[in-house]
């Protein structure tokens, strides 16, 4: 039987072609398309600026917070007698002490006493009762002040700062700076005959002093203020006698001075 089924062409000898184009007098390979080899190459192609680098989204500042105004002192010079001056203090709110305190610790004892006894702030016990020197260090002082004369009843006891620092801390000088108006017209209101200030704070504020109670002590000095000029008799503070028992003969000293400068309460 006759295979009819299509035969596959045998591949060509590239030899065997070249041969063939010799023979036909080829001399020249030339493509498809004509090429004009005189004509200047096609510029190269411009090459694409390089990406910018992404650029961050820009957010506008927050404006600033607006700055707190400040804290105004309450016109404590102008009140006329002790409950004025203890309603201005109760309606003023421009130390922040007075937000974290139970009670406003004002003070205590009689308008018109010869002696006035000024310390730096109150503890828990005073926040706790609204009254000055009600703790170990208040129970101390009044065994001092009756020993020189001075029942705690003739007294009028306050602090330069009438709300407890957290933590019973010291005060700061921004909070003294802010109740010191207050202390001032307290002492113009009485007009004693003499101060007696306990501790730093209460020294360094009144007399506007910084050269540590230590030196202070036991040495006159005076407050001059619009009834006049009064002594000043700096001493440390009861508590700071509860913790170095050693230094209350010096305090007792500095008491005997007192003593002797404006007597006894009778």
Request: aromatic share 6%; with cysteine; proline share 13%.
């Amino acid at each position: 039987m006759t295979d009819t089924s299509a035969r596959r062409p045998e591949p060509l000898d590239p030899a065997a072609v070249l041969r063939w184009y010799v023979a036909m007098g080829v001399d020249l390979a030339i493509g498809e398309a004509p090429l004009d080899r005189t004509a200047l190459p096609p510029p190269a192609p411009t090459p694409a600026p390089p990406a910018a680098p992404p650029q961050r989204r820009a957010f506008a500042a927050p404006p600033p917070a607006p700055a707190a105004p400040a804290a105004m002192p309450a016109d404590f010079a102008a009140a006329t007698d002790l409950d004025d001056l203890r309603a201005r203090l109760e309606a003023f709110e421009g130390c922040a002490l007075r937000k974290m305190a139970t009670r406003t610790v004002f003070g205590d004892g009689p308008a018109d006493a010869r002696l006035m006894v000024i310390g730096e702030a109150p503890g828990a016990d005073e926040d706790r009762s609204g009254v000055p020197f009600v703790g170990r260090a208040g129970k101390l002082l009044d065994k001092m002040l009756a020993s020189a004369g001075w029942p705690r009843g003739a007294v009028f006891i306050t602090n330069v700062v009438p709300w407890r620092p957290p933590g019973n801390r010291n005060p700061t000088p921004e909070e003294v700076t802010l109740c010191k108006p207050f202390v001032l017209r307290a002492i113009e209101l009485i007009a004693p005959e003499a101060l007696l200030l306990l501790g730093g704070s209460a020294a360094g504020a009144i007399l506007d002093r910084h050269d540590g109670i230590t030196r202070l002590r036991g040495r006159w000095q005076s407050l001059a203020t619009a009834v006049g000029e009064i002594p000043v008799m700096p001493t440390f503070h009861p508590a700071f006698l509860l913790r170095s028992p050693a230094s209350k003969a010096l305090a007792w000293r500095d008491l005997l001075a007192l003593k002797a400068r404006i007597g006894t309460a009778e």
